[in-house]
């Protein structure tokens, strides 16, 4: 059993940035694979980030590539999302989730186990 929590959501203005973070209890992050999805009003939940076996692999959406980071804290069993640049369109309410067997494409909200609650970005232009 694992349980997630998100926080770090908030308003800022197109350009700004903002820290996700999520934590988790039950296993550690570093045993299964972390990932960030995101879900605007009207869509679909899509793929934002991802990150396995430790930190040693990363994985990022396009539109989240140069401007989004993911880490990971394993002392804090925490996963970190950095998100720099932000757009109008970066508008969504961020999932983490856990995917515990790590088989699965990171890609693929089907792949994962746990959800967390959400927290809602709100870019400005």
């Known amino acids: 059993q694992v349980q997630l929590v998100e926080s770090g959501g908030g308003l800022v203005q197109a350009g700004g940035s903002l820290r996700l973070s999520c934590a988790a209890s039950g296993r550690t992050f570093s045993s299964y694979t972390t990932g960030w999805f995101r879900q605007a009003p009207g869509k679909d939940r899509e793929f934002v980030a991802a990150?396995?076996?430790?930190?040693?692999?990363?994985y990022y959406a396009d539109s989240a590539k140069g401007r989004f980071t993911i880490s990971g804290d394993y002392a804090k069993n925490t996963v970190t999302l950095e998100m720099n640049s932000l757009k109008p369109e970066d508008t969504a309410v961020y999932y983490c989730?856990?995917?515990?067997?790590?088989?699965?494409?990171?890609?693929?909200?089907?792949?994962?186990?746990?959800w967390g609650q959400g927290t809602q970005v709100t870019v400005s232009s």
């Open positions: 990150i396995r076996e430790s930190a040693v692999y990363t």
């Open positions: 989730a856990a995917d515990l067997d790590s088989s699965g494409s990171v890609r693929y909200t089907g792949s994962y186990d746990y």
